[in-house]
């Protein structure tokens, strides 16, 4: 990838985040396009965890919305605090201004990023949560990078264009629109080879053959049929976190087919009492 | 740059635009992509905005610069429209072989691989005869002899026997549907649950009415008085029993979560219980049904405003519906038939439906599906039918 002379620093992974290189010229090119990045995938794939990750690697501060269903947009831009001002103007002891309504606008999530003043990393996370409408007017916003504050009818105009992740756990489809405007990226669950590394940088002391053994475990525990919510990323990391801090435990018990903590790998009672019947059946690894 | 691959991929049917194709181009002139792995990737994030296209972005990536073959879909598609030929030829034998031209007792003894495996040379044959239109029907030139001796009753696919013989197909069948057509994504389950909410002010008293108290602050010359009013919030009550247990409810399963990650979602009071085929003594509150059984008597004690939306496929042995000991949990026998308690719970609550993931034409072909529509209004778990539900569930209000 060349660089261009004036555009910011290449991202290239983090502190405890194992990028696969597809998706670094992802996150790249459109930084560069300034668009929006969507991405989807299964939870636990480390959606979230890449503008963390952006964020720390170019040393841009993180400004997170978490979309919410019954959201509104205005809610993510600014709000107008009535009520401060109502007892403002009656009380008059706040150094406000009451006339001045600028001094009872807070700003959104959104608004916040448009106003700082360096560079940021706008999460948006879960869109698919919230309603057709607000999704694209959100993305309305964006395109333009600004917004009226409809009590001022002031303009609120970003200083510097922030570099947008927006998640999705694909509940709902999105919208065409709104498709148009983003680039998209589906992160697919990490291979074991993958997996490894994450392991590594999580627990860079580790002992290979815990994690040998707990990653095959953990595959093959995955490839049971009938599970609702398949354990992800974030549960094996505190499964093995479990593991390492017992005692009493042994790698090699896991050969055995002894499992212990099945309970921070499955979440769901239905989903525990069927891994622990097939797992006490046959052996795994 | 890249026309023509840009072409290949709208050909192939991704939904790709030609702003994004601008954009790409402006990657391009900008100097981003350097490699063909970079462009590989960058196209991909820039152009093809659902994962479901991914793979066959692939191929036309394969084959735009590799030169690797898009692989035929004649035959996938082929495959397809014999299964729907199976389909129509369960519904109506007649009318099937008529329209290939051939004596239908010929079929009929034929298994339902056979059949396909029939249909698809038939298929075939006039795929070329017709230049690629796959136009089978109204091309015999032969008459049907003998269709009028037909009889549905000896044969081995048709009539009382073809639920247990094609019952792969049909299952198989229905299950494409959800998921092709889509019928029910949770977007449109939102839309339709939504018409449920009946919206009264119930909740606390926790919005300001910005109008009022400036109305009452001036009144009061001045000294600040706050006027707050009811949020809104549903008062709807809702009790949601879902089937989820045997194998018949299985391809259902993911349709059904859809819809209970809504119901949970929409209302503010909503219970959800779990039963296994039909209802019996009780109803469970965790998906396992073993912990937290709950008493269908005990339904009695709350409010008969509740809405009751049973999710079911209401398929099952005759006798699990009317015999006295039908429950195949030996624990739950108190003697009543489940279709006597069933009624209960219809008495009790009034406002209740049924919705049903099976096709609604195939109802006709379960005996216990009918029998259930008889005591619950029944819709099929479909968008329309949800319509339907939720405009009965109204109208009884």
């Known amino acids: 990838m060349t660089k261009q002379p004036d555009t910011h620093p290449d991202f290239e992974g983090a502190h405890k985040y194992v990028l696969d290189s597809e998706l670094a010229s992802i996150v790249n090119i459109s930084m560069s396009l300034e668009m929006p990045l969507l991405l989807k995938g299964e939870p636990g794939t480390g959606k979230t965890m890449l503008a963390h990750a952006i964020s720390e690697s170019l040393g841009m501060p993180l400004i997170v919305l978490n979309v919410k269903s019954s959201m509104k947009l205005v809610e993510a831009l600014y709000q107008y605090d009535t009520l401060t001002r109502l007892n403002d103007s009656r009380f008059g002891d706040s150094k406000r201004d009451v006339s001045n309504i600028d001094e009872y606008i807070k700003m959104g999530k959104i608004g916040q990023a448009f106003r700082s003043d360096e560079r940021t990393v706008l999460l948006i996370d879960e869109i698919d949560k919230a309603d057709t409408d607000f999704q694209d007017d959100m993305l309305d916003v964006l395109d333009q990078m600004e917004f009226d504050i409809i009590e001022t009818d002031r303009t609120v105009r970003a200083k510097h264009r922030p570099v947008i992740v927006i998640t999705s756990n694909a509940k709902k489809d999105l919208s065409d629109p709104f498709l148009g405007r983003c680039n998209f990226h589906h992160i697919a669950f990490p291979d074991p080879k993958m997996m490894r590394k994450i392991i590594h940088v999580h627990f860079p002391s580790i002992d290979t053959k815990l994690a040998e053994n707990t990653i095959n475990a953990f595959y093959s525990m995955r490839e049971i049929d009938g599970i609702e919510k398949k354990p992800a990323t974030r549960e094996l990391i505190n499964w093995i976190r479990a593991l390492d801090a017992d005692p009493d435990f042994h790698a090699k018990d896991l050969i055995k087919g002894k499992l212990p903590y099945m309970g921070i790998l499955f979440k769901k009672s239905q989903d525990y009492q069927r891994a622990r019947e097939i797992t006490s059946r046959r052996k795994l690894i | ?397």
């Open chain 2, 1 to 397: 740059m890249f026309i023509n691959f840009f072409y290949k991929l709208k050909e192939v049917g991704i939904p790709v635009t030609p702003t994004s194709f601008l954009m790409l181009q402006k990657a391009l002139q900008k100097g981003l992509i350097t490699t063909i792995d970079d462009f590989y990737t960058c196209a991909r994030a820039i152009l093809v905005k659902s994962e479901r296209y991914f793979d066959l972005y692939d191929q036309v990536f394969a084959y735009h610069f590799e030169g690797v073959p898009i692989p035929d879909d004649k035959g996938f598609e082929i495959d397809e429209i014999a299964r729907g030929m199976l389909d129509e030829w369960l519904q109506n034998p007649e009318k099937v072989a008529d329209a290939l031209g051939v004596d239908e007792s010929e079929l009929a003894d034929l298994s339902p691989e056979e059949l396909i495996e029939y249909f698809k040379k038939r298929l075939e044959e006039q795929t070329e005869r017709h230049e690629g239109g796959n136009k089978w029907i109204g091309t015999g030139g032969t008459s049907p002899v003998g269709h009028s001796g037909y009889h549905p009753g000896g044969m081995r696919v048709g009539g009382e026997s073809r639920n247990k013989s094609a019952v792969k197909v049909a299952n198989e069948r229905r299950y494409k549907d959800y998921s092709t057509r889509g019928p029910l994504t949770s977007a449109s389950i939102g839309e339709a649950l939504k018409r449920l909410r009946n919206m009264v002010p119930e909740g606390p008293k926790d919005q300001i009415n910005i109008d009022e108290t400036i109305k009452k602050t001036m009144k009061n010359g001045g000294e600040i008085e706050l006027i707050f009013d009811r949020s809104m919030r549903d008062r709807l009550k809702v009790i949601l029993a879902i089937d989820n247990g045997g194998w018949s409810m299985d391809p259902y399963i993911s349709l059904v979560q859809t819809l209970f990650d809504y119901a949970r979602a929409q209302f503010k009071e909503l219970k959800v219980c779990f039963f296994h085929n039909t209802i019996y003594d009780y109803v469970w509150e965790d998906p396992s049904r073993y912990k937290k059984p709950m008493k269908v008597d005990d339904f009695t004690r709350l409010d008969p405003e509740t809405r009751f939306i049973i999710v079911g496929d209401a398929s099952m042995a005759p006798y699990e519906l009317m015999a006295y000991d039908g429950s195949i949990h030996i624990r739950e026998r108190s003697g009543k038939p489940s279709i006597e308690r069933l009624r209960f719970i219809r008495d009790t609550f009034p406002h209740s439906v049924w919705l049903n993931p099976v096709a609604k034409e195939m109802w006709n072909y379960t005996q216990t599906i009918q029998a259930i529509a008889g005591i619950f209004p029944m819709f099929e778990l479909s968008l329309d039918g949800l319509e339907g539900a939720v405009e009965y569930m109204r109208s009884t209000r």
